[in-house]
C-alpha cells in the first residue's frame, strides 16, 4: 500500500498570503495524484486532477506541481472560502488508491 | 445539472446488512467508472471501492473486501454497495464520486470529479 505523507498538518494563515502545500509518497506513482478540498459537512472537491491539472472551476489561484513521489498545491493567494482540509490522493498502478491526512488551513 | 444522491445509510447492528444506492442524474452512468469512499468522524476519507463501466472490472480495499460489493444499473442511472458482515469501524459517511474519463482531450487518471453529498452508516448495538 502506498503510503501518502502530508505536510504540515495545520497551518495558520491570513487572507492573501501564498500557501505552499506538501504530499509525499512512500513510492512513485508517476503524475498520478489529485488534491482536494474539503469544508466541513461537505463532500471532498477536486481541485487539481493528474498532478497538475485544474478541474473544471477552479480558480486559477491553485496550482498543482510534482511527479514520481513529492507533490506541492500551491494557493497564490488565500481567499476567505479557501480555509478548508486540504487533501492529496494517489491513484497508482493498484489499488488501494489511499489519501493522505490531510493538512488544515486556517485563519491566523 | 450533474448529480450524484445516495441513500440507505442508517443505524445497524454489528453483524448485519445494508444496500446504499447512488442516483445519477444529469448525466449516463453507463459511460463512466465509479468509487465508494467512505469517511470516519474526524478522520480523512477513505478509498474503499470501484467499478468500471460495463462492470468489467472491480476492486476493493482490504478493509472491505469480502464482506462489501460494489454493482451498478445502467438502465436504472445508479451504483450500489452491498454491505454484509459490518462492524463498528465501518461507521462513516459514504460518498459515491465519479472517475470523469476524458475530459478536455485528457484521459483523468488520478481525481473524482462528481461526489454525492453522502450518507452515514452507523454500526451499533
Known amino acids: 500500500e502506498i503510503i501518502l505523507t502530508q505536510s504540515p498538518a495545520t497551518l495558520s494563515l491570513s487572507p492573501g498570503e501564498r500557501v505552499t502545500l506538501s504530499c509525499r509518497a512512500s513510492?512513485?506513482?508517476?503524475?498520478?495524484l489529485a488534491w482536494y478540498q474539503q469544508k466541513p459537512g461537505q463532500a471532498p472537491r477536486l481541485l487539481i486532477y493528474?498532478?497538475?491539472n485544474r478541474a473544471a472551476g477552479i480558480p486559477a489561484r491553485f496550482s498543482g506541481s510534482g511527479s514520481g513521489t513529492d507533490f506541492t498545491l500551491t494557493i497564490s493567494s488565500l481567499e476567505p472560502e479557501d480555509f478548508a482540509i486540504y487533501y492529496c490522493q494517489q491513484r497508482g498502478n493498484w489499488p488501494p488508491w489511499t489519501f493522505g491526512q490531510g493538512t488544515k488551513v486556517e485563519i491566523k | 445539472e450533474v448529480q450524484l444522491v445516495e441513500s440507505g445509510g442508517a443505524l445497524v447492528q454489528p453483524g448485519g446488512s445494508l444496500r446504499l444506492s447512488c442516483a445519477a442524474s444529469g448525466f449516463s452512468v453507463s459511460n463512466y467508472s465509479f468509487n465508494w469512499v467512505r469517511q470516519a468522524p474526524g478522520k480523512g476519507p477513505e478509498w474503499i471501492s470501484y467499478i468500471t463501466s460495463g462492470s468489467r472490472t472491480t476492486y476493493y480495499s482490504d478493509s472491505v473486501k469480502g464482506r462489501f460489493t460494489i454493482s451498478r444499473d445502467d438502465a436504472a442511472n445508479s451504483l450500489y454497495l452491498q454491505m454484509d458482515s459490518l462492524r463498528a469501524e465501518d461507521t462513516s459517511v459514504y460518498y459515491c464520486a465519479r472517475d470523469p474519463g476524458h475530459t478536455g482531450g485528457h484521459f483523468v487518471r488520478a481525481g473524482m470529479d462528481v461526489w454525492g453529498q453522502g450518507t452515514t452508516v452507523t454500526v451499533s448495538s
Open positions: 513510492q512513485s506513482v508517476s503524475t498520478y
Open positions: 493528474d498532478a497538475s
